[in-house]
């Protein structure tokens, strides 16, 4: 899409202190909300609640300048919370309640249906929580009101996040006939000992035969997550973790790194000492290395590999989380109107149930949002995988991105924390630099509302 100049204003580099600006990406990390993507302008810096006509006018502008669209699905219940879950949203419920949340989240899809009608969604990403702890049935009511409110591509992906727990012959079967093409299974750890202690429900020895399951069903694209760094584990049981998914096959393997920010663990008065960080890190790097050697595909830093070599940045697994519009449905989940808005719904179950049975957009915050600020958000989501491409950017913007950014890019290049090799911007392997290119990247009115929204209120 070819930008017009007069859309872009120019931008300077941010004159705001490190000691603030440390501040702020605190804020902005107690501010994160696990509901991929990572947005900026982040959810920390959001203030107004968008009203009915603002979001639909900001989706007829999105859909306007790109037509490419991804649903977002949130089933936020589980069968226990896990010490380690950093997302905001998540419940444990009873069937009814779990219907009765149903019931609501197909009101805010049918209040929503008009807006799309005629546009083609052509990627589908059903996200918890726990998704497969719903019934057969309610599996099959899920993906009957999707199809009946929106229109799915006839190619359309369509994947799911599942626990290996609630995997069983007939979910499968419910979901093959919904039209499921990719399922990610959550193993996280198979140290019997770092289960028990995170509190999740879970049998290891369940993981495989689940993952069997899928395939014998036909689901040809699975995911298998994998985490480094939870309390108790050694680098030994990480890495053998690892070792483990990669002699399975499945297409893509993420490997993600505990962090304690928003989780039970954390409010418990848990932490991880430096020590402990320091070994999940390399831990971290070294099964890419046995990834790697098993056949599969990684690059820069990002969390997962595949065996697909083009893959980019989630697009073998989750494409439509970087440049095209997400529709986000359900309890806390996060919309994005490309080049025009960003929101999110409320988490309070509450009033979720009270605003979408009213007919009523469920949102608690979120605003506008300019292309330049598309653009940052471009370049910082490629920098924290690792990798920013020239000709990504330009397919996307119609132009390099040093016609915008050429100071910030020359800067950081010119203090080692970026060197560009055959038309990518490569971020280096060193401390500080993520904080380097954040910092440069980041507006200063963007860091004044994260620090005027998280600044403690005074009584009266």
């Known amino acids: 899409m070819a930008v017009k100049k007069t859309e872009v204003r120019g931008f300077t580099m941010s004159k705001i202190s490190d000691g603030t600006f440390v501040k702020a990406l605190r804020a ?14 982040p959810a920390a810096s959001w203030s107004r609640v968008p009203r009915a006509p603002f979001i639909k006018s900001a989706w007829r502008s999105a859909l306007k300048r790109r037509p490419e669209l991804g649903l977002y699905v949130h089933i936020p219940f589980c069968a226990s919370v896990c010490e380690y879950c950093n997302i905001t949203v998540r419940q444990v419920a009873s ?16 209040l929503y249906a008009p807006l799309f009608a005629g546009r083609v969604f052509r990627n589908v990403f059903i996200g918890g929580g726990t998704p497969n702890l719903l019934s057969p049935g309610q599996l099959e009511s899920l993906f009957s009101v999707l199809r009946r409110n929106f229109r799915l591509s006839a190619k359309a992906r369509v994947v ?3 626990s290996p727990m609630f995997l069983d012959d007939e979910r499968l079967s419910a979901l093959v006939r919904g039209g499921l093409t990719g399922i990610s299974i959550g193993g996280q750890s198979f140290d019997d000992g770092v289960i028990k202690r995170s509190g999740r429900t879970q049998n290891n020895s369940a993981i495989y035969a689940a993952y069997l399951r899928a395939r014998k069903h036909g689901i040809k694209h699975v995911n298998v997550d994998v985490m480094m760094g939870l309390p108790g584990q050694t680098i030994e049981s990480s890495l053998r973790d690892a070792a483990t998914v990669a002699s399975w096959r499945p297409e893509e393997i993420f490997i993600g790194e505990f ?11 848990g932490s991880v000492s430096e020590s402990h960080r320091l070994a999940a890190r390399a831990a971290w790097k070294k099964s890419f290395g046995i990834l790697r050697a098993a056949g599969y595909h990684h690059r820069g830093t990002e969390c997962f590999a595949s065996l697909n070599p083009r893959a980019r940045t989630w697009a073998g697994f989750f494409p439509f989380l970087r440049n095209s519009s997400l529709l986000g449905l359900g309890l806390g989940a996060v919309s994005w109107a490309w080049g025009s808005a960003r929101y999110q ?8 149930a009270r605003l979408a049975g009213a007919g009523r957009f469920p949102v608690a915050a979120g605003g506008a949002v300019t292309l330049r600020q598309e653009m940052i958000h471009f370049i910082l989501t490629g920098l924290e995988a690792g990798i920013l491409s020239r000709g990504e950017f330009r397919g996307l913007f119609g132009c ?5 950014f050429g100071a910030e890019l020359r800067k950081l290049s010119d203090a080692g924390a970026l060197r560009l090799e055959r038309g990518l911007y490569k971020v280096a392997d060193a ?30």
């Not at 962090?259 to 008065?269: D, H, K, L, Q, W």
């Open 28 to 41: 902005v990390d107690r501010g994160y909300t696990a509901v991929f993507p990572t947005h900026y302008p």
């Open 95 to 110: 069937p009814g309640e779990r219907e009765a949340y149903l019931r609501r989240l197909f009101a805010e899809a049918e």
């Open 160 to 162: 799911m996040d599942a």
């Open 259 to 269: 962090s304690p920010v928003n989780t039970p663990f954390a409010r418990r008065g």
């Open 345 to 352: 719904n409320t988490d309070s179950l509450e009033e979720y």
């Open 400 to 404: 390099p991105p040093e016609r915008y």
């Open 431 to 460: 401390p500080g630099s993520a904080f380097e290119y954040s910092k440069a990247f980041y507006e200063p009115e963007i860091v004044r509302a994260v620090l005027r929204r998280s600044a403690p209120r005074c009584r009266r």
